[in-house]
C-alpha cells in the first residue's frame, strides 16, 4: 500500500521554505468530501476484501484511488491532478476494478470508496481527452 501511495504522489507538495500566506479557499462541500477520505487509517482491510486485489494482482486498490480523489480535491494539491491520475491509466489501474464494492462494506472508517471510484473514473477519462489533445512543446 505505501509503494502505491509513492506510485500516485499521494501528498502536497510544501517545502515550508516561505510564507506562502492563508492559500485558497476551500468550498464546504470539499471539505465535507476531504473530510470523509482523510480519515483512512490504511489499515488495508479493503484490499483484503477486494477479489481484484492479490499477490497476482497489480491493482492498486480502492484505498489508493479514494487517496488520489482526496489530493486531487484539494486546490493546491489539484494543480498536479495528472501526476496522480497517470498512474491510474496503467495496467493495474482504476480499469482493473470489477465494482464488486467488497471495498464500501468492509471500510470501518466508512470511506466513500465507491463514490470515489466513480468520480476518479470520470477524472481519468476527462484525463485522457486532454492527453490526447496536448501536444509536447516544440523547439523553435
Ligand atoms: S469495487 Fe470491488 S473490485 Fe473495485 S476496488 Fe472495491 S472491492 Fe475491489
Ligand atoms: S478499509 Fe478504509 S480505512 Fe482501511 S485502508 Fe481501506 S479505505 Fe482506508
Redesign the pocket.
Known amino acids: 500500500m505505501f509503494d502505491n501511495l509513492k506510485k500516485v504522489h499521494a501528498w502536497i507538495d510544501a517545502d515550508g521554505a516561505y510564507d506562502r500566506g492563508p492559500g485558497p479557499r476551500v468550498s464546504q462541500a470539499k471539505q465535507e468530501t476531504m473530510y470523509a477520505l482523510s480519515k483512512?487509517?490504511?489499515?488495508?482491510?479493503?484490499?483484503e476484501a477486494c477479489p481484484q486485489s492479490n499477490n497476482h494482482s497489480k491493482f492498486v486498490g480502492?484505498?489508493i484511488i479514494?487517496q488520489v480523489r482526496l489530493f486531487n480535491t484539494h486546490p493546491t494539491g489539484h494543480t498536479q491532478k495528472s501526476i496522480r491520475l497517470h498512474p491510474l491509466m496503467e495496467e493495474g489501474g482504476i480499469a482493473d476494478c470489477g465494482n464488486a464494492q467488497n471495498?464500501q462494506r468492509?471500510?470501518?472508517?466508512n470511506?466513500p470508496?465507491t463514490d470515489s471510484i466513480a468520480a476518479i473514473g470520470r477524472d481519468v477519462t476527462i484525463q485522457a481527452i486532454e492527453d490526447l489533445f496536448s501536444f509536447p512543446d516544440r523547439e523553435t
Open positions: 483512512c487509517m490504511t489499515c488495508g482491510c479493503c484490499v480502492p484505498q479514494a471495498c468492509i471500510c470501518p472508517k470511506l470508496l
